[in-house]
């Protein structure tokens, strides 16, 4: 059974940085790709970020290049999105999502494992 649990999510002031992770229970960690979604008041989940399982490979939404970045810790069993320059508009709820596979995905439909999320507040 496949168990991914966030933890790391704050209030935070615009400008700062955060780290949220993402602990999961599996069998061999380095089979899974791994997802960052998340999901603000009032709309849709969105796509964050992605990892290949061999780490080497990563893809971020448009919007947020060069501000957050995704990692993993095979030693660790952790995925980790480091989170620069919050605003506001970063504000949600944050789920990490697993599948098996070879590349990266970016459709949430993709994944068949997520975990109960963790929220991120910027505000002033």
């Known amino acids: 059974q496949v168990q991914l649990v966030e933890s790391g999510g704050a209030l935070v002031q615009p400008g700062e940085s955060l780290r949220i992770s993402c602990a999961a229970s599996v069998r061999t960690f380095t089979n899974y790709a791994f997802g960052w979604f998340r999901e603000a008041p009032g709309k849709e989940r969105e796509f964050v970020a992605t990892?290949?399982?061999?780490?080497?490979?990563?893809h971020y939404a448009d919007s947020l290049k060069g501000r957050f970045t995704v990692s993993k810790d095979n030693a660790a069993d952790t995925v980790y999105l480091q989170m620069n320059t919050l605003k506001p508009e970063d504000t949600a709820i944050y789920y990490c999502a697993a599948v098996v596979g070879n590349g990266f995905y970016v459709q949430a439909s993709s994944y068949d494992y997520w975990g109960q999320g963790t929220q991120v507040t910027v505000s002033s």
């Open positions: 990892i290949s399982r061999s780490g080497l490979s990563t």
